[in-house]
């Protein structure tokens, strides 16, 4: 997901997603625009402690539909 800080790096290894078909993505190898076509669609991440997550100035529409609109699933 690249939660981690810029300074932070992967020095082997690899993530593989199994996607259909017997397809399989690095995800380490991904750009971050295509890193952001699989976030949601394919991967995500669920917070155990949503108040730390979200944002306390923003209304809760606001926030959501801010993911919508970054996928583009709304106009």
Known sequence: MRLLSKQAHLNTGEILLHLKDNEKINLTQLSEKELRRLR????????????????PVLICRKQVSNVFLLHKIIA
Do not use: L, V, Y
């Open 40 to 55: 949601g669609n394919h991967i995500a991440m669920i917070f155990q402690e949503p108040i730390t997550s979200s944002n």
